[in-house]
């Protein structure tokens, strides 16, 4: 086989991850020649590209795996926050932490988008305190509230949003005592379940930091301006019909 003709290959197998729904065949077909002989005339390229293309494929196979199998726990577990329409046909998982900067600027975009998108966009916090060592941190009093006493957990949310910078014990007690919530500062095994299993599934995933979303099975990293959150949706949405 030539160098070409294992090329071509290749990237076909890849494109079976990568292209578009709706990707005109014609303009794939003349990127993969174009692609292929730029490799015939660097042949040197081969073998790293190889491997890489390999690493990929069983990136994208273990991701199919680890969402087929959380997928309930994902978007039909009550016990995570959310805001939005449960019947809505475009969820967004979110894994954020209260103590990220990036992320308490990303949350007030999210709930604008809920609140321009209200029949179609739901969004679901994973939390993952991974920038606090306490087994008090924010993460589990954001859970515990949300579980016991969810009437107050939009008040405890935006104040955990709103105070810059990492969060320790006496910003956590602070919040609760302004929102009646102080029987939920402490650390609760519900809580740490959760917390414990959505820091495995933020590795599995191969995540690095916060904020970082689940799109319909696409994995997108980082802070989004809610410009490009709705174009994001809006292509979702289209694919989707």
């Not at 790293?48 to 969402?67: A, P």
């Not at 060592?133 to 579980?147: H, I, T």
């Not at 519900?190 to 799109?215: C, H, Q, Y």
Request: glycine share 4%; with cysteine; net charge negative.
């Amino acid at each position: 086989m030539n160098i070409k003709t294992l090329f071509i290959s290749l990237v076909a197998s890849l494109l079976v991850f990568i292209a578009p729904v709706n990707a005109n065949q014609n303009t794939t077909t003349q990127k993969i020649q174009e692609i292929a002989d730029m490799l015939q005339m660097h042949p040197e390229l081969v073998d790293s590209l190889h491997g890489n293309l390999q690493t990929y494929i069983e990136q994208q196979d273990q991701l199919k795996s680890v969402l087929s199998q959380s997928h309930d726990y994902l978007y039909n577990n009550d016990l995570q926050p959310s805001i939005g329409n449960k019947e809505a046909p475009l969820t967004l998982i979110v894994f954020t932490d209260y103590s990220c900067p990036w992320c308490k600027k990303f949350d007030p975009e999210l709930y604008k988008l809920v609140e321009n998108n209200p029949d179609t966009v739901r969004v679901v916090n994973l939390y993952v305190p991974l920038k606090e060592q306490s087994s008090v941190n924010s993460a589990s009093f954001g859970l515990n509230v949300w579980r016991e006493k969810r009437s107050s957990y939009e008040d405890v949310h935006q104040l955990m949003v709103g105070k810059p910078g990492a969060h320790n014990l006496n910003s956590i007690s602070k919040v609760a005592k302004n929102t009646d919530t102080t029987a939920f500062v402490n650390p609760s095994m519900k809580s740490d379940e959760l917390i414990n299993k959505n820091l495995a599934l933020f590795s599995d995933l191969g995540l690095r930091g916060t904020p970082a979303m689940l799109v319909d099975g696409e994995i997108i990293s980082g802070y989004l301006t809610y410009e490009k959150l709705q174009a994001l949706v809006d292509d979702k949405l289209s694919n989707l019909n």
